[in-house]
């Protein structure tokens, strides 16, 4: 069986305009704080790159992938940073539908190590399988990288739905739960963390 492609929306600037954005539909499923995610088998992953006074703005994009493939975290570093120069200080900033897998996180802390001049800051809609002893480790070791992990709060999921969404203008109405689900995820991940 042939793996499905990462499907990768073109890096653009930050801009108001609205193409290579998010379906709504597409935003509301994925990106839902549920405590159990069920049926939502890929990753949506926003990214913004600041590169600092040398670029003309910041990239924004977004990867989304089906878990039986190449995953998105992965697919970030081999398509959307290629091209940059490794001497140059670079910001990334990372809107995930889920916290990364065990093997992701792995791979993410060993390119931090080796790329010193990347910061990384993640924050997460939903843990994934936090209960799993591997990913714990997964998140304590992209911690020790210098990765900075949080857990979207609702204010994050009206940023995101404004900078990454086809949103026509529309703003976020933000489930019933949306805080609570913030609260437990957030208490989950400094537990892990502490
Ligand atoms: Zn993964």
Redesign the pocket.
Known sequence: MVAPPVLVAPPTMVVPWFRDRIDPFAFKFQFKNVEYSSGRNK?FLCYLVDEGEAAEGLLRGYLEDEHSGP?A??AFFTHCLQNHDPALRCSVTWYVSSS??S??AVKIAQVLKARTNVRLSIFAARLFEWEEPEIQAGLRALHAAGCKLRVMKPLDFSYTWETFVENEDQPLNLWEDCKDNYEFYQDKLADVLQ
């Open positions: 990753t995953h975290e992965e990364p897998c093997s992701c």
